[in-house]
Antibody, heavy 119, light 110 residues
Framework: EVQLVESGGGLVQPGGSLRLSCAAS????????MSWVRQAPGKGLEWVANIKQDGSEKYYVDSKGRFTISRDNAKNSLYLQMNSLRAEDTAVYYC?????????????WGKGTTVTVSS | QSVLTQPPSASGTPGQRVTISCSGS????????VNWYQQFPGTAPKLLMF???QRPSGVPDRFSGSKSGTSASLAISGLQSEDEADYYC???????????FGGGTKLTVL
């Protein structure tokens, strides 16, 4: 079964850091682009970052350099390092498999991990 | 505010046909295909439609999608109570190298 399982969320103070992880199984992780998407409470979906299969290309929505996406293909894992966290980063963070070329869409999603930034 | 524009709500009675619109610009819908996601409360989004009008395996053919210029729409025919959910359109944005989403449409089955 194709599956993505996020972990690492939790309560963090403003200015703090968190590292989210996403474990992939049931498919060949290394041949797919991957993405992080977040959803603030009661709000819509917002793309956060993408990473190419080999990690050589990374794109961000614009988190002013506070977020870093990475992957470890040997461990079938995707990561999101989040620094200098703000209240507005509070959201459920989803990892998703990104189908690319010629058309782009996210066909597999994890259940999400919740990040709460509050003092 | 979201890059793509959707109506915040839509409704219909069982059996009716409902459409949800999605409007964008030349850098997203105008130059890339549109996808739709369905989300039930407290759960992860699920891919409902990709490449404008392609249904993933398991999605009923009551759901259909179309695109014209910088706009797209999702149609649901033979509306059923289990279709009550939030629906999001999305398209790749060439200026971001990432997807942009609509704000979501909450579908209520009356």
């Amino acid at each position: 079964e194709v599956q993505l399982v996020e972990s690492g969320g939790g309560l963090v103070q403003p200015g703090g850091s968190l590292r989210l992880s996403c474990a992939a199984s049931g498919f060949t992780f290394s041949i797919f682009w991957m993405s992080w998407v977040r959803q603030a409470p009661g709000k819509g979906l917002e793309w956060v970052a993408n990473i190419k299969q080999d990690g050589s290309e990374k794109y961000y929505v614009d988190s002013k350099g506070r977020f870093t996406i990475s992957r470890d293909n040997a461990k079938n894992s995707l990561y999101l390092q989040m620094n200098s966290l703000r209240a507005e980063d509070t959201a459920v963070y989803y990892c998703a498999r990104l189908m690319a070329f010629p058309n782009y869409y996210m066909d597999v999603w994890g259940k999400g991990t919740t990040v709460t930034v509050s003092s | 505010q979201s890059v793509l524009t959707q109506p915040p709500s839509a409704s219909g009675t069982p059996g009716q046909r409902v459409t949800i619109s999605c409007s964008g610009s030349s850098s997203n819908i105008g130059s890339n295909t549109v996808n739709w996601y369905q989300q039930f409360p407290g759960t992860a989004p699920k891919l409902l439609m990709f490449s404008n009008n392609q249904r993933p395996s398991g999605v009923p053919d009551r759901f259909s999608g179309s695109k014209s210029g910088t706009s797209a729409s999702l149609a649901i025919s033979g509306l059923q109570s289990e279709d009550e959910a939030d629906y999001y359109c999305a398209a790749w944005d060439d200026s971001l190298n990432g997807p942009v989403f609509g704000g979501g449409t909450k579908l209520t089955v009356l």
